[in-house]
């Protein structure tokens, strides 16, 4: 069995390593259009703050160790421009010889993520504007920064990215401003659950323009960057950051003629398999299912495009496995504050019109600390919890604080992910010694 796989980051690799573990026999093989394969794209805000000091210790694995370990082709700086599903058989150009050539396949899986959104606003491609996919981004960033001695950053967006490269520009010594569109850091959160986080943004010297929109850029005599503000206001940089989203990559796909959609990502199955039986998809370009809403969305995080390159891995080499969907577990920290959600916000139900019906939703705070108070080091935390009011069926958490975030959100995720009501989390047993919890979790 002839197995090509598109992309070769998380998806795509825990695909190709997953098969190989299923199928001696297979013949696998991965493209990519980039230079590396299978690296820590999550790493890449601290390669950047120099938290990670070496481009290295971004590389989970190279091209000599697939091949060595696993007997898998890895075929980089390869962009794979169309899919013949007639011939089953792939176009490939070789970005570096330029050379033009053809794969057959059997099975087919795509994996070819998203990319920043980079609006078409005046001045967008002037010099020291930069998205941050990869490691040349990675690397471009911080050679920037040392060559041109960057004193100011202005970072656009206030998400998970624009929150953690704000922290590692200010480690960097830059003085950081953040414009986010919405009234509010973390736009996916409930507005009061941000609150903290933005005023340790503030302590901590970054300059918060929120409910703003960027209107376009300009260049300075001296080469600097002006962020034109919709309040008529401006600021100042050495140096932008673009942290405003990504959009699916789903060209090849569409051009294929694949089903696509209402959100613009690949429509698969709960086997990872497209509208062609041949064909799968995995990552950051699929449309998954909601475990809390059953509705469609685009959830780019590296905990599912792991798991679906998983469950396509097992489809492919004949063993029974289904994707029961995403409930965007997420987590971010900065500057010493950790903000994590998992299912629903508030905010979302309420769009959906589904906060009053089917059934009325409840929400509950609260505001332990995260270990037992009478021992050293006590820090508070803010927990907030939502479920259905009739059947206590839990929709959604969301949790922010200094220490113990993760540990909470870890035990409500999979409280949802199991269907689980508030009555079976007062049956939860766990871990208790002073220093870890108390002997009545917050959960």
């Known amino acids: 069995m002839r197995v090509a796989i598109v992309g070769g980051v998380a998806g795509g690799a825990s695909c190709a390593a997953r098969l190989r573990r299923l199928s001696e026999e297979a013949e696998i093989t991965i493209f990519d259009r980039g230079p590396f394969v299978s690296f820590a794209n999550c790493g890449l805000p601290y390669y950047v703050g120099n938290i990670i000091d070496q481009e290295a210790k971004l590389l989970m694995a190279t091209p000599?160790?697939?091949?060595?370990?696993?007997?898998?082709?890895?075929?980089?700086n390869c962009d794979v421009s169309?899919?013949?599903?007639?011939?089953?058989?792939?176009?490939?150009?070789?970005?570096?010889?330029?050379?033009?050539?053809?794969?057959?396949?059997?099975?087919?899986?795509?994996?070819?993520g998203a990319s920043p959104i980079r609006p078409p606003l005046p001045g967008i491609?002037?010099?020291?504007?930069?998205?941050?996919?990869?490691?040349?981004?990675?690397?471009?960033?911080?050679?920037?920064?040392?060559?041109?001695?960057?004193?100011?950053?202005?970072?656009?967006?206030?998400?998970?990215?624009g929150m953690e490269m704000a922290e590692n520009l200010v480690?960097?010594?830059?003085?950081?401003?953040?414009?986010?569109?919405?009234?509010?850091?973390?736009?996916?959160?409930?507005?009061?659950?941000?609150?903290?986080l933005q005023d340790e943004l503030t302590r901590n010297g970054v300059k918060l323009h929120l409910g703003q929109?960027?209107?376009?850029?300009?260049?300075?005599?001296?080469?600097g960057l002006v962020v034109q503000l919709q309040d008529g206001t401006s600021e100042t940089a050495d140096l932008v950051l673009l942290a405003i989203g990504v959009r699916p990559e789903t060209t090849l796909a569409r051009d294929a003629g694949l089903e696509l959609g209402a959100l613009g990502g690949i429509r698969v199955d709960d086997q990872m398999r497209s509208s062609d039986p041949r064909i799968w998809a995995v990552g950051d370009a699929v449309e998954v299912k909601d475990v809390v809403t059953g509705g469609w969305g685009l959830v780019p995080l590296a905990g599912p495009a792991n798991r679906q390159g998983r469950i396509a891995a097992d489809v492919i080499a004949g063993r029974p496995a289904r994707f029961r969907g995403v409930q965007a577990t997420a987590i971010c920290a900065a500057f010493g504050m950790t903000i994590a959600s998992t299912g629903c916000s508030e905010k979302a139900l309420k769009?959906?019109?589904l906060w009053d019906q089917p059934k009325p939703c409840e929400k509950i705070y609260l505001h332990p600390g995260h270990h037992a108070g009478y021992y050293p080091g006590a820090m508070p935390i803010t927990i907030k919890l939502i479920f259905h009011k009739s059947d206590g069926r839990i929709l959604?958490?969301?949790?922010?604080?200094?220490?113990?975030?993760?540990?909470?959100?870890?035990?409500?995720?999979?409280?949802?992910?199991?269907?689980a009501t508030v009555f079976d989390l007062e049956e939860a047993e766990l871990c208790y010694s002073p220093q870890f919890g108390s002997a009545k979790d917050p959960v």
């Not at 376009?216 to 001296?222: D, I, L, R, S």
């Open 64 to 76: 000599a160790m697939f091949l060595k370990r696993f007997n898998i082709a890895v075929k980089l």
């Open 171 to 196: 480690r960097r010594a830059l003085a950081v401003t953040l414009v986010e569109m919405m009234p509010q850091v973390m736009p996916a959160l409930d507005p009061e659950m941000t609150v903290p």
């Open 396 to 419: 959604g958490a969301q949790a922010v604080g200094p220490e113990g975030i993760d540990k909470r959100m870890d035990v409500i995720a999979m409280a949802i992910q199991m269907q």
């Open 213 to 223: 929109a960027v209107l376009g850029f300009a260049q300075e005599a001296n080469g």
């Open 351 to 353: 769009r959906l019109g």
């Open 125 to 161: 491609d002037l010099p020291g504007i930069f998205t941050l996919r990869g490691i040349p981004d990675s690397r471009q960033i911080r050679q920037w920064i040392t060559q041109r001695k960057a004193q100011k950053a202005v970072v656009v967006g206030g998400g998970f990215i």
């Open 82 to 112: 169309r899919i013949d599903r007639d011939l089953r058989e792939i176009e490939v150009i070789d970005l570096k010889s330029g050379e033009h050539f053809r794969h057959p396949y059997d099975a087919l899986v795509l994996s070819p």
